[in-house]
């Protein structure tokens, strides 16, 4: 397996533009988390979903911010309008295991470096 | 609420000496500790975690960890470093009964080995 693949790699866009992060997690594995990370903040949990589900956005910072999850192997996270505060690495990572349940471990892409200039 | 703190932000090691990347949790209730490692623009890769059971837990690339509940300890360990581990660490830990979001990841150790 490939691992979880993360596109783009690295992302610069203008304030106020819209950007699109994607993931797509391993195969089989039916829990997916976004994560981000920043020098000030380490890594903060943005959003989990459990086979294709929501479950806990609380992490999200602001309205600007949405994620979805249309089939097993497929995410994205958006954010629009986009601020030079959301400058960051965004991770995106898979477990074979719901999270509560099991002491599964998550598996992490290579994450995207966003720049908002 | 949950937390863990890894208390040095830097380590130095000579190649070939022994480590200890130190880590210490603050939960309610029985914790399940994770260590990740990570490489420079890479993203987090699972090193070792404990559940349960024996308190030395060995995980990837010759690391173990040993859980040390009465210190609320799980520092990391190897018994001869190599350039090669030279990369950030991050110990995680969360509850059972816990959902995702109550996996806290400390604030990240720098390893540094020297040749």
Redesign the interface.
């Known amino acids: 397996d490939a691992g979880?693949i993360q596109s783009p790699r690295h992302e610069v866009t203008e304030m106020g533009q819209e950007v699109t992060l994607r993931c797509k997690p391993i195969s089989g594995h039916n829990?997916l988390?976004w994560y981000r990370q920043t020098m000030m903040r380490?890594?903060e949990?943005l959003i989990?979903f459990n086979n294709n589900v929501p479950?806990?956005d609380?992490?999200m910072p602001e309205d600007r911010f949405s994620a979805k999850m249309p089939n097993a192997s497929f995410s994205t996270l958006k954010i629009q309008p986009s601020e030079p505060r959301d400058s960051a690495v965004y991770?995106c990572?898979s477990s074979p295991f719901a999270?509560?349940l099991l002491?599964g471990?998550?598996?992490?892409?290579?994450?995207t470096r966003l720049t908002v200039v | 609420a949950q937390s863990v703190a890894q208390p040095e932000d830097q380590v130095n090691v000579a190649e070939g000496n022994p480590l200890t990347v130190k880590c210490t949790y603050s939960v309610s209730g029985n914790p399940y500790l994770f260590w990740y490692v990570q490489y420079p623009n890479r993203g987090l890769q699972f090193l070792l975690k404990y559940i349960t059971g024996d308190n030395l837990v060995k995980g990837s690339y010759g690391f173990e960890a040993e859980f040390n509940k009465s210190q609320t300890s799980f520092h990391l360990k190897k018994p001869s470093a190599l350039v090669s581990d030279s990369a950030l660490y991050f110990c995680a830990v969360r509850v059972p009964s816990g959902s995702a979001r109550q996996l806290t990841f400390g604030s990240g150790t720098q390893l540094t080995v020297l040749p």
């Open positions: 979880v829990s988390f380490g890594l949990l989990y479950i806990d609380s992490g991770f990572a999270q509560g002491g471990e998550a598996f992490f892409g290579q994450g």
